[in-house]
């Protein structure tokens, strides 16, 4: 798993948790390159965005998360280094 797959995964959750930044066209390309990474303040997501987020990983990583531990990282980018570092653990 490299961080382009976890952002892949981000994405998907992002989009099924409805979170508007996304849906621009600019913005995710961006993201998706690594050109930028999102906070979770630029992201205002709400509770079932948090959670589809957190259902993306664990189906896509393996690793379960809860939707209030995703307060401990600023942005995607901290949250992906995280998830990444645990994966190869």
Known sequence: ????AIREIFVE???AGAVHPINDVETRKAYLD??????????AMDSLA???????IEVGTGVSMAPEELGRYRSL?????WLLER???
């Open 87 to 89: 994966l190869r653990a």
């Open 34 to 43: 690594g050109a930028r990474d999102l906070t979770f303040d630029e992201l």
């Open 13 to 15: 959750g992002l989009v």
């Open 1 to 4: 798993m490299n961080d382009a």
């Open 50 to 56: 948090r959670m589809e987020l957190c259902i993306a």
């Open 77 to 81: 980018g901290e949250l992906a280094a």
